[in-house]
């Protein structure tokens, strides 16, 4: 693989931005590797990177869900909020709280918690609040 080509588990906007900005991108392989890994952030994005539906740092993810839960909900999300179904991805990446994530519509952030996009409708907020752990 050459240094400009896109691993497939990266976020190809964080991919992209922090090379041509010459920052640090850390990105995290998969959600078993990501339970590992302080300051670990799940990111769930649609539209190819141009909205950030949410993010939660994955210490408070619901410890049942699979990656494949996260991508059938990606999947929903990107049903209801842009009536298409290929252009979402679930990704891992070290990001702090207080950080952001690269996207458009004004991209997302990460907070101690489930963070969710302000302009999702009600049924996406639904979708979402399983995936955080009730502890």
Not at 13 to 42: C, Q, S
Not at 56 to 82: G, M
Not at 93 to 104: F, L, R, T
């Amino acid at each position: 693989m050459t240094e400009n080509m896109i691993p497939e588990s990266n976020r190809a906007v964080d991919f992209m931005v922090t090379k041509a900005k010459g920052l640090e991108y850390k990105p995290i392989d998969t959600l078993e590797d990501a339970r590992k890994t302080d300051n670990a952030v799940v990111v769930l994005d649609g539209d190819y990177g141009g909205q950030v539906y949410a993010t939660c740092p994955v210490r408070h993810l619901n410890t049942a869900i699979t990656h494949a839960q996260l991508e059938d909900i990606c999947k929903q999300l990107s049903a209801l909020e842009w009536e298409c179904d290929g252009d979402w991805q679930v990704s891992y990446q070290i990001k702090a709280p207080g950080e952001g994530v690269w996207g458009g519509m004004g991209g997302g952030r990460v907070l101690d918690g489930l963070w969710m996009h302000p302009k999702l409708c009600q049924e996406s907020i639904k979708l979402l609040q399983p995936i955080v752990s009730k502890n």
